[in-house]
């Protein structure tokens, strides 16, 4: 008795030492208590097993279980779980399936949470169907489903696009008073906010008030966010205002979200509110936080301001991403400043961001306003990634500047990379070859506008 109960305290103590990732340490305690004749059991395996997979990789895992086996202690069905758990979070599914087949050989047979992470893997590699099939004939047919079992349903089916399906599903659990939970509430919100299917979300979070359940903060987020990308906007604000009449907390997401919604209708002044509030609030900013700050500085025409935010970024120990770097460059386009916008972009090319089109688009952009036409020209022929932007300012500023022929090779250009460029280009450059006299040249580039478009469809 003396005995199991120190052994119970020894698993305990390693518990505490893997949770926080002292491994080392850990191990050091399974040391002294072997000293002390107290060997290790299939927890304390089984925990060392866990912290493994979680802090190190999955073939430290399985040496745990190679060591288990030394020591002549059996693996169990927790044991299995944890390894299985470990590939199919890093969708290694034939290990998966190997560990499955190796658990039925020794007799263990796998158990509710076994098939819980095998169908979180099928959905992770985009087998919905595979899913499915081991949620009907294993878990459905031979065991007791869990609340998690549902939830990585819901979650899985939403995440490949199967949010009716979901729906199904939830009121499925409704009609079998299997009450959802909570969480299994935010996780169909957000995958009907995702598939943009913002009504449907509305009437889960009207359904999640009458269940009992208390939405939390991720939950009005997640619809708030949902209504400003429908651009809902009343809608979003409507749920912010909701959010501060019950006192909820906000995070910074939160505040990010509603300031630039705020920024993006034009609401300056309340945006400028909501962001003296989140600075008040003491929440810790993170790059994203910032970029929404300085997006609306540049909006009111602060771009000083900016500077010392930079400053702050620095401090901070945080790096300005490519976002950053774009939106500066966007306003300072916008100020008529385009020497300042190339520098910066000049930096933003040695820093290596994997992609700068936004930023060179505005750049273009803000060239051909100026009437620096030739220096766009030549960024536009160095520019190995161009999208439907990059074509159309072009094809509209060479038009302006009556450059219709120019402007007709780079139509020709776009629909050649099979990019879609907007009609009233496409016109202004037919009307103006016409205009000049190349009429035959005009009916070459309507007769391949219409060939690329039956190509395209």
């Given amino acids: 008795m003396v005995c199991r109960f120190s052994t119970k305290l020894l698993n305990i103590c390693i518990a505490s030492l893997c949770k926080i990732g002292q491994l080392e340490k850990a191990e050091a305690v399974v040391i002294d208590g072997i000293r002390l004749g107290l060997l290790p059991d299939v927890v304390t395996y089984n925990t060392l097993l866990s912290a493994y997979s979680r802090f190190v990789g999955i073939d430290a895992a399985y040496s745990v279980i190679h060591r288990m086996k030394e020591a002549g202690i059996s693996p169990d069905v927790i044991t299995y779980n944890s390894l299985i758990a470990a590939t199919t979070k890093s969708c290694l599914l034939s290990r998966t399936l190997d560990l499955f087949e190796e658990m039925l050989r020794m007799g263990i047979q796998p158990d509710v949470w076994s098939y819980n992470s095998l169908m979180h893997g099928f959905f992770k590699l985009g087998k919905p169907d595979e899913a499915n099939r081991v949620f009907r004939d294993n878990i459905l047919t031979n065991l007791l489903p869990s609340s998690s079992t549902f939830n990585i349903m819901i979650n899985g089916l939403c995440n490949n696009g199967y949010t009716g399906h979901a729906l199904s599903l939830y009121r499925y659990l ?9 969480i299994t509430y935010n996780i169909l919100i957000n995958g009907l906010c995702k598939s943009r299917r913002l009504n449907a979300a509305r009437r889960i979070l009207k359904d999640l008030e009458k269940s009992g359940h208390v939405p939390n903060t991720i939950t009005y987020t997640t ?4 209504c400003f990308r429908s651009r809902q906007f009343e809608q979003g604000f409507e749920i912010f205002s909701e959010m501060k009449h019950k006192g909820y907390a906000f995070d910074a997401f939160s505040y990010c979200a509603v300031i630039a919604a705020l920024t993006k209708t034009g609401r300056l002044e309340e945006a400028n509110d909501i962001m003296e509030q989140m600075v008040k609030s003491d929440i810790d900013f993170d790059i994203a936080s910032y970029n929404t700050v300085i997006n609306l500085y540049c909006r009111n025409g602060k771009l000083k301001a900016t500077c010392k935010l930079r400053d702050e970024i620095e401090r901070h120990g ?22 300042g916008a190339l520098r910066h972009l000049e930096t933003m090319t040695k820093l290596s961001f994997d992609s700068i089109l936004v930023a060179q688009n505005c750049v273009i952009d ?18 190995e990634v161009k999208d439907s932007f990059t074509y159309s300012s ?3 500023s060479l038009c302006k500047a009556r450059r219709y022929r120019h402007a007709s090779k780079v139509l020709l250009a776009c629909l050649r990379d099979g990019m879609k460029i907007l009609k009233s280009n496409q016109r202004s450059v037919i009307d103006g070859l016409l205009d000049l006299g190349y ?15 039956m190509v395209q469809y």
């Fill in 223 to 226: 619809v708030m966010k949902c």
């Fill in 174 to 182: 409704q009609r079998q008073g299997l009450g959802p939970e909570l």
């Fill in 318 to 339: 945080l790096e300005c991403d490519k976002y950053t770097h774009t939106i500066l460059i966007a306003s300072l386009c916008k100020a008529g400043n385009v020497e």
């Fill in 439 to 453: 009429t035959s040249e005009a009916r070459r580039l309507k007769s391949k506008i219409r060939l690329a478009k």
């Fill in 366 to 383: 803000g060239l051909c306003k100026a009437g620096r036409l030739d220096h766009a020209i030549k960024m536009f022929a160095s520019m």
């Fill in 394 to 396: 072009m094809v509209h």
